[in-house]
Structures are given as structure tokens and as C-alpha cells.
């Protein structure tokens, strides 16, 4: 029934995400010009609620739960798995009084309506990945943004997306990086359930009627220790609380 249901919706679902990508285009471009960051933020942050809702059209449910007293004074690395691309609007606009920014392929930077514009002027790293050099220079950027801003970053240590939600190793890279630039960051973990389902059958269907669930889990202090096993404990919260 969730395929039968999901060629019926689908179409719907891909008009209306299209056409607020269309939309939101000039309007990030009035809100960067007209009111600088600030202004071209909370285009995007509009943008993502209403990306949100497509979801809705899907006949799925999203429950973002954030229990967590997190600082707004404050770096965070909200360290997360990673099971479809529709895992990224509702963490833009659930976790919007953060300033959460993202690290992204440069392909992702030039020919999306929307997309490509807020990954351009949004204050994220756009990293080539066939140049180590470009994409740790770009992230050194980040840190740098991140600590003179108070800004937060999401990152998706598996480094690619799990298409049957099993949670994959975390690889160090980047964010040993943005460590060393923001030694005082506060390390976040956020647990994704069943966004791989939404696109179980590839991107035509979608599948209709999934509970998606985004969970943001006790924080976790660096304090001088080691990286991999900050992301050790982190790969074992979020392991804790998946669902397989």
C-alpha cells in the first residue's frame, strides 16, 4: 500500500517542493541583499518549514524531539546519521536558533533553484572532494566562521547515505578539523529514524505513510579527549536509539 499510494502522491509531493525551490530563489535573493545574514536566514529557515510540510503530502509524519538545555552562546557539532537527503530540511529548520551550517559536495553549489543559492552565500563549507586541499581549506573557513559567529555546524561522519538505515562507521576527517579550530565546541548527537523508508523504492514512488523521527541526544564535552573516542560514544548513542 505505501508504493500503490506513494505513485499517486509522488507527483504532488515533487510539484509543490519544486515549485517553493522556484519560489524562495529571488526571495533568499531579496533577503541577503536587503538584510544581509540575517535577512537571507530566515528566507531559508521559511524555506525548510515548508519543505517540511511537504512531507505531509506523503501522508508521513515528522517528530523532531529535543529535549537537550543546549546553549545558544555556543559551537555545537550536531554529529548525525545520514539515511536520505530529506534528513536535511527539517535539521535547517528545527535546529534554526543554532545557526547550524552544513558541509557539502561543490557540485550542490550552482544549478539548484534555492539549494545552490543558500549553499553559496549561507556560510557552509562547499567542498571539493577530489581536492583534499580545497575541502580542508574550506572547513578550516567554517571553523573559523563558526567560532567568530557562535555559529553550529551538522555533519554526517558516515560520509554517505545508509539505503536500509543501518548506521555505518564514523570517519574522523572534517571534523577533527573543525575541532582543532573550535577546540571548545560542544559535540551533539541527533539520531535519524526511517528517512531511508521515504525513498525505499528509489525516488519514484515515494513511499506514502512513513514516521520519520529526528532525535537530538545528550550532549557529550570534549574536554582534551581524543576524537575518535568523542565519536565513539557519539556513534554509540545513536546506535543505542535506532531502530533496526
Request: net charge positive; glycine share 8%; hydrophobic share 45%.
Amino acid at each position: 500500500m505505501n508504493k500503490f499510494l506513494g505513485y499517486i502522491f509522488t507527483p504532488i509531493h515533487y510539484i509543490v517542493f519544486g515549485l517553493l525551490l522556484l519560489i524562495f530563489h529571488p526571495i533568499q535573493w531579496l533577503g541577503l541583499k536587503l538584510g544581509g545574514y540575517k535577512g537571507h536566514k530566515k528566507c531559508v529557515d521559511l524555506l525548510n518549514g515548508f519543505l517540511v510540510s511537504t512531507y505531509y503530502l506523503m501522508g508521513s509524519r515528522v517528530t523532531f524531539t529535543n529535549k537537550q538545555n543546549l546553549p545558544l552562546n555556543r559551537s555545537i557539532m550536531f554529529v548525525a546519521n545520514h539515511q536520505s537527503m530529506y534528513d536535511i530540511p527539517p535539521l535547517i529548520w528545527f535546529l534554526r536558533k543554532y545557526h547550524a551550517k552544513f558541509i557539502s559536495k561543490i557540485e550542490l553549489a550552482k544549478g539548484i533553484p534555492s539549494i545552490s543559492f543558500n549553499l553559496k552565500y549561507g556560510g557552509g563549507a562547499n567542498i571539493d572532494r577530489k581536492d583534499t586541499k580545497q575541502a580542508v581549506s574550506e572547513i578550516i573557513k567554517l571553523g573559523k566562521r563558526m567560532k567568530d559567529n557562535n555559529w553550529s555546524v551538522v555533519i554526517f561522519p558516515e560520509g554517505t547515505r545508509s539505503r536500509d538505515g543501518r548506521l555505518k562507521p564514523f570517519a574522523v576527517g572534517g571534523i577533527a578539523t573543525i575541532i582543532k579550530k573550535v577546540p571548545e565546541v560542544l559535540i551533539v548527537p541527533v539520531a535519524i529514524n526511517n528517512s531511508w523508508k521515504f525513498v525505499r523504492f528509489g525516488k519514484f514512488p515515494l513511499s506514502f505513510g512513513e514516521h520519520m523521527t529526528w532525535e537530538v541526544l545528550s550532549p557529550i564535552e570534549i574536554a582534551g579527549r581524543p576524537v575518535e573516542e568523542v565519536l565513539e560514544e557519539a556513534h554509540n548513542a545513536i546506535q543505542a536509539v535506532l531502530h533496526q
